[in-house]
């Protein structure tokens, strides 16, 4: 069967255990680019031995290495679909993506919902399902807002939605998703302290931010405002999204979030002492966004 005209993105570190099976359920997209930081597991061969282009680069955040992915990557195809290496493409998403790829565009970017599996349990309730994000554009259409963690595509022109969702089964384990996500809680911290700045400054949150506006307003609020936030977001998560429904597996995700952003908050309150390790971390990085316009 021809191939699909699209170039997929897969940024990746140590992946060995989940690159296989996204690879597999990519066998029919003409090109799939693989976005290495330097892995130390057998992820580059895995990519060679599925025939992918493959190109690495030092991480350093998120937006920024993804953006220059976006700039100087040798994509083959218009159309450009990014995927994490714990992703996969359902047979039905292929057809919508194939139609699109073949036909005059209709618009610019699309939004792709995700539907997560944790312990074999798909996470259909809590707020995490239908999660979407734009994930297929086309070159040069788009790119990622600037912000190390959590970044959010920015897209100069029309965005459609997709039926079909992405599925993301990832197979490492509650201990990297530990280790992750208080990495992911230090950045988050560093983005809302730079957000609280300009919002004490200009008396506005995220004024030319177009894109999820309005949770983001509400976040920061929150970290400014909300008293006990974790266990707010908990009660909101397990009671009120219905994650209870989810069982055993449920309340695992619940109170895993909740104590992500009760990280979040510690790693708030430390940055606001200049003299902390976090702030002198980021130093640069905090001088350079709190002042831009």
């Not at 939605?161 to 490492?172: A, E, S």
């Not at 999820?212 to 929150?222: A, N, T």
């Not at 619940?254 to 003299?275: G, P």
């Not at 971390?281 to 966004?289: G, V």
């Amino acid at each position: 069967m021809t191939k699909v005209p699209v170039s997929v993105l897969i940024p990746t570190k140590d992946e060995e255990r989940n690159l296989p099976s996204t690879l597999e359920s990519l066998t029919w997209a003409d090109q799939i680019v693989v976005f290495d930081s330097y892995s130390e597991d057998g992820t580059r061969s895995i990519a060679e031995r599925f025939g992918c282009d493959f190109f690495q680069r030092e991480f350093d955040n998120f937006s920024d290495h993804k953006n220059w992915a976006l700039d100087n990557l040798p994509f083959r195809h218009p159309w450009i679909l990014i995927l994490d290496a714990d992703e996969k493409v359902s047979p039905a998403l292929k057809g919508e993506i194939r139609e699109i790829c073949v036909k005059p565009p209709e618009f610019d970017a699309y939004y792709i919902a995700r539907q997560t599996w944790i312990d074999g349990v798909w996470l259909k309730y809590a707020g995490c399902f239908p999660d979407y994000n734009i994930r297929l554009l086309q070159k040069g259409r788009a790119r990622y807002e600037r912000r190390i963690v959590h970044e959010h595509m920015l897209v100069d022109g029309a965005v459609g939605f997709l039926k079909n969702p992405i599925v993301h089964i990832d197979k490492k384990g509650t201990h990297r998703y530990v280790d992750r996500h208080s990495k992911y809680a230090e950045m988050e911290a560093v983005e809302a302290y730079i957000e609280i700045l300009k919002q004490t400054r200009t008396n506005s949150i995220l004024d030319r931010k177009k894109i999820h506006l309005k949770r983001r307003r509400l976040k920061i609020i929150s970290y400014k405002y909300l008293i006990f936030r974790p266990v707010f977001v908990f009660i909101y998560m397990y009671v009120l999204k219905l994650g209870f429904v989810m069982g055993k597996t449920g309340l695992k995700i619940c109170t895993l979030r909740m104590f992500y952003e009760y990280m979040i908050d510690l790693y708030l309150t430390e940055i606001r002492d200049h003299s902390s390790p976090i702030f002198r971390k980021y130093q640069a990085y905090i001088q350079q966004r709190s002042s831009e316009q």
